[in-house]
């Protein structure tokens, strides 16, 4: 029996031929990214083979662009954007009108119209969300200053992209002679405009204070699924409501849904819930982007690929790097931030769509906006590589010393010995730093976002900004010489790597971490973990104990079992006596 099933055939098509084609690029040491933008090209329209559904893909794309900007929000507070909006806002302008005439003077090569040069010119002036995003959290540079700027410019882009989609056809209906007037550009422009910013303040005045209220009023009811369930309502849904009531775009609905929820202590939950759809989505981004492109092009007009891509690299990347170094950031932060811009994606593919459909732009130009795209994409990891080489060459020693005061804070190996490290710093690794700190036992804590960084400097401990799984942040924190490691992160598996890179730095380090599940328990331990303590395990044998020195009103007694709630090479351990520190 035969089965009509496109959404199906799409997603499995899809992330088969991702996860192949990822797998060989990755062994050749390319991108991943290559490899899925190639999966894409395969099951595309223009090639032989298997064909997925090109108006089901850019779909499912978008959910992931959804996805990955609320995650951002996540990591995002309103101070940490209102910071950079000096730069942010003026450098996005600059960047998107210097990147638009240079369209508009290729556009004049061509022999196109003026009204579709401007059109052509904005396609190639904003970066692709997914690819900027992933290119910093694979640097660690989310919560960093150039990570900061980077995003704010992002979301500027996204305005200005917004206000373009929404003129776009009242501008065509006036260049074609029809009933519009600048009077009506106008008024779509203030309309616009006022949506945007009533969807901004909504959300930040009454949104910070529901959605919060409604993820944890979730919580509360202990069903993990509810809980997933809710934070993927309140980011499609607001996304959603964005689009349709306020005209603004999915990502930037997203972003601020994210946004408020940031001052929720279930925040880094809500993160860690969506974490596998995001990535999952943000692969069927790269595929769809790769269906649209037709390399037929590449062989009819090369030199204008050439040259569409060179505006989208090296225009777009000088007019960044000129406006970040006019307000006085160091060469590092201007040159990451003008690779990390130097290429197009999702703004740029619905621009040529819509310009096509009102008759503003023909096929060719589509064409070369998409290939500019891919090659662009194609080649941001490899402009991040030669841009890591020519800064570990040519940067003094000066210069690193500054980058570090400027921008990475604290981030040098902490002068101490014999000390406790602590990686996390939620409300578990928050009570236990405390109570460390109170036995007067040195500490030092890893934690690797901003706002707990910030609480942690706030509150006197010594503390390391960044992820515990980098070999290079864990040595930060002085590993080698430390007497004993508590890892209070809630991923068991992420929490085995760090035990592997801390042993080996330091093959005598005590070593207690946090478990949630019991299949998590001999993962730990294989990679050199000496105590492993499950909290659900922990509950009940304290909740015995206590239910064993009451005796009921019959004088009956519940006898306390020694159950394995702690695995360890002995069958109990005193975690006061045994973190007390060595004369």
Known sequence: ????????????????????????????????????????????????????????????????????????????????????????????????????????????????????????GLCLSTASTVVLLRAMEERQLIDSQRGQIAIGWLIVEDLAMVLALVLLPAAAGIMGNNDASISQLLLELGLTIGKVIAFILIMIIIGRRVIPWILSRTASTGSRELFTLCVLVLALGIAYAAVTIFDASFALGAFFAGMVLNESELSHRAAQDTLPLRDAFAVLFFVSVGMLFDPI?????????????????????????????????????????????????????????????????????????????????????????????????????????????????????????????????GRVGAMLADKLRRKNIPLVVVEDTRAKFEELAENGFSAILGNGANKDIIALARVECAKTLLLTIPNGYEAGEIVANAKELNPGLSVIVRAHYDDEVSYIKERGADHIIIGEHEIAKAMAAIMNDEVDEFGCSIENENTAAVHHKDNGINLDEYLKPSN
């Open 297 to 425: 092009i590449l062989i009819q007009q090369p030199l204008a690929v050439l040259a569409v891509l060179a505006i989208i690299i090296v225009g777009k990347s000088l007019a960044a790097l000129g406006i970040v170094k006019l307000f006085g950031h160091s060469r590092r932060t201007a040159l990451t931030i003008s690779v990390s811009l130097a290429q197009i994606g999702e703004f740029a593919f619905i621009l040529a769509g819509m310009g096509l459909t009102l008759g503003v732009l023909d096929k060719e130009a589509q064409n070369l906006v998409l290939a500019g795209a891919i090659a662009s994409i194609m080649l941001n990891p490899l402009l991040f590589s030669l841009l890591d080489k020519y800064l570990e060459r040519t940067e003094t020693i000066e210069e690193q010393l500054l980058e570090e005061t400027l921008e990475e804070e604290t981030q040098i190996p902490v002068d101490i010995c014999g000390h406790a490290v602590i990686v996390g710093y």
């Open 1 to 120: 029996m035969e089965h009509s099933t496109p959404l199906i055939t799409t997603i499995v098509g899809g992330l088969v031929l991702a996860y192949l084609l990822g797998m060989i690029a990755q062994r050749l040491k390319i991108s991943p990214l290559v490899g899925y933008l190639a999966a894409g090209v395969l099951a595309g329209p223009f090639t032989p083979g298997f064909v997925a559904d090109t108006n089901l893909a850019p779909e499912l794309a978008e959910i992931g662009v959804i996805l990955l900007m609320f995650g951002v929000g996540l990591h995002f507070s309103l101070k940490d954007l209102l910071a950079v909006k000096a730069i942010a806002i003026p450098g996005a302008i600059v960047q998107i009108a210097a990147a638009t005439l240079l369209g508009l003077g290729l556009s004049m090569i061509f022999g196109w119209s003026i009204f579709s040069g401007i059109v052509f």
